[in-house]
């Protein structure tokens, strides 16, 4: 049986989680569009309205829609990909996967069904032929989980948002990934697909917190009525952006469950953002994995579902289609005005251009100084989250930015 490298056990045997830290990449942007990291998909209906999946399969019809997706499935991601996620070294990877993928879609969803699935399972088989471990992860929701780009629908949240719709729509997740959990139970996807992310960024903190964990509850139940005791893949669930210290003692003694496929960046928030290098390099260490070591303890296995080499909010698009950065000052706050620029020069004496969004989607830009900070932050990081399971590191490649694409920090140095 395959291995990816020396360190890490042949699948078909267990994957030693809690002693063997998960190192990963995160395959996104394939089976779920997300305008940062292909932005070239969605410049030319930009004028259109075009803001995500939803409106731009809506725009094209599912003729047209359907050879644009076919054509960008088969290249942003080929079996050259998983051999060189091998060759570095990296043993696991997660695949987004939005929920019409699995076909069964309502009127007014212009979304194009099946494909997708087509293209996850030659991932998988590519993945054991290199001796990867993969988590599939339900990425997006019928309804929107978050509505937010990445959940395939941008705007008002319309799942499990106190409307029967919402409880609708709630149901209809647990469907699909019941349909999807049948897919992986196949001889020998124990040790290929030994993770499963239940959904992907449910924003909890704009929802009913009760019924969200009631609907974790639900969720799980199901699953491990599929898998039956013992059997199956962990089931990882997202933290909802409510901290990992809310979670403590959740489902406790639950068969396999892992929290929470927590997502940790920087670049969002406006103080970290405009922390001193010297301030970001240390912060994974003495906030994030104390964060970590705590989860371990009160909740139990916890990991890092995303993350990145990031330390501004400059990737075209990463806010959403002409919703500026934090960086620059671009970026319009809750009243609809430019905040004020989180890059300030004088914090790191740095070159003119440094504060540019632009040069920072530029690689030829960074002087080594810049080159070496990013490499110790994105170290500090590495070792902060296996003080739990570990990482997938968010994206394996990009279009237009290198701080979220991890080949590209690779060849750079």
Not at 140 to 145: M, R, T
Not at 167 to 177: D, F, H, L, P, W
Not at 246 to 256: C, I, P, V
């Amino acid at each position: 049986m395959i291995c990816c490298n020396k360190l890490t056990p042949p699948l078909d045997q267990p994957f030693k989680y809690g002693t063997e830290p998960i190192r990963g990449l995160n395959l996104g942007g394939w089976l779920v569009l997300e305008p940062f990291i292909t932005p070239s998909l969605f410049n030319p209906y930009i004028k259109q309205n075009v803001t995500e999946e939803y409106s731009l399969t809506k725009l094209l019809g599912p003729e047209q829609a359907r050879e644009l997706l076919e054509r960008h499935y088969s290249t942003w991601v080929t079996e050259n990909t998983f051999k060189r996620i091998r060759d570095l070294g990296l043993n696991h990877v997660r695949i987004p996967l939005g929920f019409w993928a699995l076909g069964d879609l309502e009127k007014d969803e212009p979304y194009v069904p099946d494909l997708a699935l087509d293209y996850l399972l030659q991932g998988l088989r590519w993945a054991a032929q290199y001796g990867i471990r993969v988590m599939v992860e339900l990425h997006a929701a019928p309804g929107s989980q978050n509505g937010w780009n990445h959940s395939g629908k941008m705007g008002k949240i319309g799942w499990l948002d106190g409307t029967a719709e919402g409880e609708k729509n709630g149901q209809r997740t647990i469907e699909y990934m019941k349909k999807l959990l049948r897919l992986l139970q196949g001889p020998g996807m124990d040790h290929v697909s030994p993770l499963f992310g239940v959904l992907n960024e449910p924003a909890i903190f704009m929802l009913d917190r009760d019924r969200i964990k009631q609907w974790y509850k639900d969720a799980f139940a199901e699953m491990r009525d599929i898998t039956g005791a013992g059997k199956g893949p962990w089931a990882v669930l997202h933290d909802g952006f409510l901290g990992l210290n809310q979670w403590e003692g959740f489902m406790h003694g639950a068969d396999r469950l892992a929290l929470a496929d927590a997502h940790q960046y920087l670049i969002f928030d406006q103080n970290l953002i405009s922390m001193s290098r010297p301030e970001q390099v240390k912060f994974p260490c003495e906030v994030w994995s104390q964060d970590m070591q705590r989860s371990v303890l009160k909740f139990g296995p916890t990991l890092v579902g995303e993350f990145s080499s990031a330390t501004n909010d400059c990737a075209t698009y990463l806010n959403g289609i002409g919703a500026g950065y934090r960086w620059d000052g671009t970026f319009m706050n809750e009243n609809g005005k430019p905040g004020e620029a989180a890059c300030q020069r004088s914090k790191n004496n740095d070159t003119d251009g440094y504060c540019s969004c632009d040069a920072q989607n530029r690689i030829g830009t960074y002087t080594p100084e810049y080159r070496q900070f990013l490499s110790e932050f994105t170290q500090t990081q590495m070792d902060a989250f296996e003080q739990g399971l570990g990482w997938f590191y968010w994206n394996f490649k990009t279009e237009t930015n290198p701080l979220w694409s991890y080949f590209d920090g690779v060849d750079q140095g």
